[in-house]
Protein backbone atom coordinates (compact mmCIF):
# COMPACT_ATOMS: atom_id res chain seq x y z
CA UNK A 1 0.00 0.00 0.00
CA UNK A 2 1.73 3.43 -1.21
CA UNK A 3 -0.65 5.26 0.70
CA UNK A 4 -1.95 7.25 -2.00
CA UNK A 5 -5.64 6.56 -2.87
CA UNK A 6 -7.74 7.16 -5.64
CA UNK A 7 -11.38 7.10 -6.16
CA UNK A 8 -12.97 5.44 -7.98
CA UNK A 9 -11.73 2.81 -8.85
CA UNK A 10 -13.75 1.71 -12.27
CA UNK A 11 -15.95 4.45 -13.88
CA UNK A 12 -17.83 3.41 -17.44
CA UNK A 13 -19.19 6.32 -19.03
CA UNK A 14 -20.57 7.65 -22.67
CA UNK A 15 -18.50 9.59 -25.17
CA UNK A 16 -19.38 13.52 -24.59
CA UNK A 17 -19.64 13.32 -20.79
CA UNK A 18 -17.51 14.79 -17.98
CA UNK A 19 -16.28 12.71 -15.05
CA UNK A 20 -14.07 13.50 -12.07
CA UNK A 21 -10.78 11.24 -10.47
CA UNK A 22 -9.99 12.34 -7.04
CA UNK A 23 -6.69 11.72 -5.76
CA UNK A 24 -5.73 12.12 -1.88
CA UNK A 25 -1.57 11.85 -1.45
CA UNK A 26 0.18 10.60 0.97
CA UNK A 27 0.26 12.23 4.28
CA UNK A 28 3.11 14.83 4.01
CA UNK A 29 3.46 14.93 0.10
CA UNK A 30 3.06 18.26 -1.19
CA UNK A 31 3.66 17.38 -4.53
CA UNK A 32 0.89 15.11 -6.93
CA UNK A 33 1.15 14.32 -10.36
CA UNK A 34 -0.69 12.63 -12.88
CA UNK A 35 -0.14 9.78 -15.59
CA UNK A 36 -2.22 8.00 -18.29
CA UNK A 37 -1.71 4.54 -19.15
CA UNK A 38 -3.23 3.62 -22.66
CA UNK A 39 -2.24 0.17 -24.50
CA UNK A 40 -0.87 2.53 -27.28
CA UNK A 41 0.53 5.60 -25.54
CA UNK A 42 2.17 3.59 -22.72
CA UNK A 43 2.38 5.51 -19.42
CA UNK A 44 2.47 9.92 -19.82
CA UNK A 45 2.69 12.30 -17.76
CA UNK A 46 0.05 14.59 -17.78
CA UNK A 47 -0.09 17.28 -14.85
CA UNK A 48 1.98 18.13 -11.89
CA UNK A 49 0.61 20.56 -8.87
CA UNK A 50 2.68 21.55 -5.54
CA UNK A 51 1.18 22.59 -2.69
CA UNK A 52 -1.92 23.75 -4.38
CA UNK A 53 0.19 25.66 -7.63
CA UNK A 54 0.64 23.85 -11.04
CA UNK A 55 3.91 22.94 -11.06
CA UNK A 56 4.67 20.83 -14.68
CA UNK A 57 2.27 20.22 -17.59
CA UNK A 58 2.72 17.29 -19.97
CA UNK A 59 0.92 16.21 -22.52
CA UNK A 60 -2.19 16.94 -21.45
CA UNK A 61 -5.45 17.64 -23.79
CA UNK A 62 -7.48 21.04 -23.67
CA UNK A 63 -10.16 19.15 -22.73
CA UNK A 64 -8.93 17.60 -19.33
CA UNK A 65 -8.09 20.04 -16.25
CA UNK A 66 -7.08 19.54 -12.89
CA UNK A 67 -6.44 21.61 -9.65
CA UNK A 68 -4.92 20.67 -6.08
CA UNK A 69 -6.50 21.84 -3.34
CA UNK A 70 -5.84 23.42 0.36
CA UNK A 71 -6.01 19.69 1.86
CA UNK A 72 -3.92 18.67 -0.88
CA UNK A 73 -5.88 16.08 -2.94
CA UNK A 74 -6.42 16.43 -6.08
CA UNK A 75 -9.14 16.24 -9.22
CA UNK A 76 -8.29 15.58 -12.71
CA UNK A 77 -11.52 16.64 -14.58
CA UNK A 78 -12.22 14.87 -18.20
CA UNK A 79 -14.88 16.30 -20.29
CA UNK A 80 -16.43 15.43 -23.85
CA UNK A 81 -15.13 12.29 -23.59
CA UNK A 82 -13.97 10.36 -26.48
CA UNK A 83 -13.76 6.49 -26.99
CA UNK A 84 -9.53 6.85 -26.98
CA UNK A 85 -10.34 8.56 -23.45
CA UNK A 86 -10.77 5.06 -22.16
CA UNK A 87 -6.88 4.37 -20.18
CA UNK A 88 -6.11 3.51 -17.01
CA UNK A 89 -5.57 7.50 -15.19
CA UNK A 90 -2.70 7.16 -12.49
CA UNK A 91 -1.79 9.93 -9.67
CA UNK A 92 1.30 9.86 -7.54
CA UNK A 93 2.66 12.00 -5.21
CA UNK A 94 6.16 13.17 -3.41
CA UNK A 95 7.26 14.93 -0.75
CA UNK A 96 8.43 18.30 -2.38
CA UNK A 97 9.12 18.04 -6.04
CA UNK A 98 12.86 17.39 -6.27
CA UNK A 99 14.08 15.29 -9.28
CA UNK A 100 15.66 12.47 -6.86
CA UNK A 101 11.63 12.41 -5.03
CA UNK A 102 10.73 8.93 -4.85
CA UNK A 103 7.10 9.37 -6.68
CA UNK A 104 4.53 6.83 -4.68
CA UNK A 105 1.65 5.59 -7.40
CA UNK A 106 -1.54 4.80 -6.52
CA UNK A 107 -3.86 2.22 -7.55
CA UNK A 108 -5.40 3.83 -10.62
CA UNK A 109 -8.97 4.81 -11.58
CA UNK A 110 -9.93 2.73 -15.07
CA UNK A 111 -11.61 4.81 -17.25
CA UNK A 112 -14.21 3.28 -19.25
CA UNK A 113 -15.49 5.39 -22.49
CA UNK A 114 -18.85 3.70 -24.22
CA UNK B 1 14.68 14.32 -22.11
CA UNK B 2 17.46 12.09 -22.60
CA UNK B 3 16.49 8.39 -24.05
CA UNK B 4 16.51 5.07 -22.19
CA UNK B 5 17.03 2.04 -24.41
CA UNK B 6 16.03 -1.53 -22.96
CA UNK B 7 15.27 -4.74 -23.73
CA UNK B 8 11.39 -5.56 -24.56
CA UNK B 9 11.10 -8.29 -22.73
CA UNK B 10 13.65 -10.86 -20.57
CA UNK B 11 13.27 -14.02 -18.23
CA UNK B 12 14.78 -15.55 -15.87
CA UNK B 13 14.02 -18.65 -13.39
CA UNK B 14 13.16 -18.11 -10.02
CA UNK B 15 16.02 -17.39 -7.20
CA UNK B 16 18.63 -16.70 -10.24
CA UNK B 17 20.19 -13.32 -10.25
CA UNK B 18 18.39 -11.10 -12.86
CA UNK B 19 20.27 -8.59 -14.41
CA UNK B 20 17.96 -5.91 -16.78
CA UNK B 21 20.10 -3.58 -18.67
CA UNK B 22 19.49 -0.05 -20.24
CA UNK B 23 21.52 1.88 -22.41
CA UNK B 24 21.31 6.07 -21.88
CA UNK B 25 24.08 7.21 -24.50
CA UNK B 26 22.91 10.86 -24.18
CA UNK B 27 22.93 10.88 -20.47
CA UNK B 28 23.82 14.66 -19.19
CA UNK B 29 25.88 15.29 -16.35
CA UNK B 30 22.74 16.04 -14.63
CA UNK B 31 20.68 13.41 -15.16
CA UNK B 32 19.63 11.18 -12.13
CA UNK B 33 19.04 7.29 -13.10
CA UNK B 34 15.70 5.97 -11.70
CA UNK B 35 14.13 2.27 -12.00
CA UNK B 36 10.32 1.77 -11.77
CA UNK B 37 8.54 -1.45 -11.98
CA UNK B 38 4.93 -2.06 -12.52
CA UNK B 39 3.53 -5.38 -11.01
CA UNK B 40 0.45 -6.62 -13.03
CA UNK B 41 -3.00 -3.89 -12.13
CA UNK B 42 -0.84 -2.10 -10.33
CA UNK B 43 0.82 1.62 -10.31
CA UNK B 44 4.55 1.89 -10.69
CA UNK B 45 6.46 1.36 -7.58
CA UNK B 46 9.95 3.11 -7.33
CA UNK B 47 12.98 0.49 -7.29
CA UNK B 48 16.20 2.69 -6.95
CA UNK B 49 18.15 5.42 -8.91
CA UNK B 50 21.61 6.91 -8.75
CA UNK B 51 23.65 9.18 -10.41
CA UNK B 52 27.10 8.13 -10.69
CA UNK B 53 28.25 5.45 -7.74
CA UNK B 54 26.85 1.90 -7.68
CA UNK B 55 23.75 1.90 -5.40
CA UNK B 56 21.87 -0.85 -2.81
CA UNK B 57 18.76 -1.16 -1.33
CA UNK B 58 16.75 -3.78 -0.03
CA UNK B 59 15.31 -4.13 -2.68
CA UNK B 60 17.89 -4.28 -5.84
CA UNK B 61 21.30 -3.19 -6.61
CA UNK B 62 22.22 -0.36 -9.54
CA UNK B 63 25.23 -0.47 -11.53
CA UNK B 64 26.27 2.54 -13.65
CA UNK B 65 28.72 2.48 -16.30
CA UNK B 66 31.76 4.63 -15.91
CA UNK B 67 30.84 6.83 -18.67
CA UNK B 68 27.13 6.44 -17.45
CA UNK B 69 26.07 5.56 -21.18
CA UNK B 70 24.47 2.32 -19.39
CA UNK B 71 23.23 1.35 -16.42
CA UNK B 72 22.43 -2.33 -15.14
CA UNK B 73 19.25 -3.30 -12.27
CA UNK B 74 20.51 -6.27 -10.60
CA UNK B 75 17.64 -8.29 -8.76
CA UNK B 76 20.04 -10.52 -6.56
CA UNK B 77 17.94 -13.20 -5.72
CA UNK B 78 14.44 -13.22 -8.37
CA UNK B 79 10.99 -14.41 -6.63
CA UNK B 80 7.71 -14.75 -8.79
CA UNK B 81 6.43 -11.60 -7.17
CA UNK B 82 9.35 -9.39 -9.19
CA UNK B 83 7.35 -10.08 -12.17
CA UNK B 84 7.09 -7.23 -13.78
CA UNK B 85 7.76 -4.87 -16.18
CA UNK B 86 10.77 -2.14 -15.31
CA UNK B 87 11.36 1.13 -16.01
CA UNK B 88 14.79 3.19 -16.32
CA UNK B 89 13.96 6.75 -16.61
CA UNK B 90 16.58 9.46 -16.54
CA UNK B 91 15.43 12.61 -14.25
CA UNK B 92 17.16 15.84 -15.14
CA UNK B 93 17.60 18.03 -11.81
CA UNK B 94 14.85 20.48 -12.05
CA UNK B 95 12.67 18.14 -14.08
CA UNK B 96 10.38 16.22 -11.42
CA UNK B 97 8.14 14.36 -13.70
CA UNK B 98 8.84 10.76 -14.80
CA UNK B 99 9.46 9.97 -18.43
CA UNK B 100 8.24 6.39 -19.06
CA UNK B 101 9.58 4.43 -22.11
CA UNK B 102 8.25 0.90 -22.88
CA UNK B 103 10.01 -1.19 -19.82
CA UNK B 104 11.77 -4.45 -20.15
CA UNK B 105 8.97 -7.15 -19.18
CA UNK B 106 10.65 -9.70 -16.75
CA UNK B 107 8.73 -13.39 -16.66
CA UNK B 108 10.01 -15.44 -13.83
CA UNK B 109 9.54 -19.11 -14.31
CA UNK B 110 9.41 -21.19 -11.78
Known amino acids: DSGVTQTPKHLITATGQRVTLRCSPRSGDLSVYWYQQSLDQGLQFLIQ???????AKGNILERFSAQQFPDLHSELNLSSLELGDSALYFC?????????????FGPGTRLTVL | DAKTTQPNSMESNEEEPVHLPCNHS???????IHWYRQLPSQGPEYVIHGLTSNVNNRMASLAIAEDRKSSTLILHRATLRDAAVYYCILRNFGNEKLTFGTGTRLTIIP
Open chain 1, 49 to 55: YYNGEER
Open chain 1, 92 to 104: ASSLGGASTDTQY
Open chain 2, 26 to 32: TISGTDY
